[in-house]
Nanobody, 118 residues
């Protein structure tokens, strides 16, 4: 099997934190730029963060300063540390390629639900 699994989502209160993981099985993530994306109910999908093969990072403005993307090549995993969570962060989060080298769509995971509510 060649696939990605997203995990780490759950319920958090406003101001809380979650750490998401994106782990690949059957192939190596190291050669791909990997990003986190999200889709909230009734809204379009949007990019959240992207990390290149060399560690360069990009964030959408609304999460800049609150979220941090990182990667551990030895663990074949990309993380998204989410701090100072807001209700508008509620969405299903998933990971995929965000650079020139594309991951086949068949590799994509089911995502992980993040809910921010008091």
């Amino acid at each position: 099997q060649l696939h990605i699994v997203e995990s780490g989502g759950g319920l958090a209160q406003p101001g809380g934190s979650l750490r998401l993981s994106c782990t690949a099985s059957g192939f190596t993530l190291e050669i791909y730029a990997i990003g986190w994306f999200r889709q909230a109910p009734g809204k379009e999908r949007e990019g959240v963060a992207c990390i290149s093969t060399t560690g360069d990072r990009n964030y959408r403005t609304s999460v800049n300063g609150r979220f941090s993307i990182s990667r551990d090549n030895a663990k074949n995993t990309v993380y998204l540390q989410m701090n100072s969570l807001k209700p508008e962060d509620t969405a299903i989060y998933y990971c995929a390629s965000c650079g020139a080298r594309e991951l086949p769509k068949d590799y994509w995971g089911q995502g992980t639900q993040v809910t921010v509510s008091s």
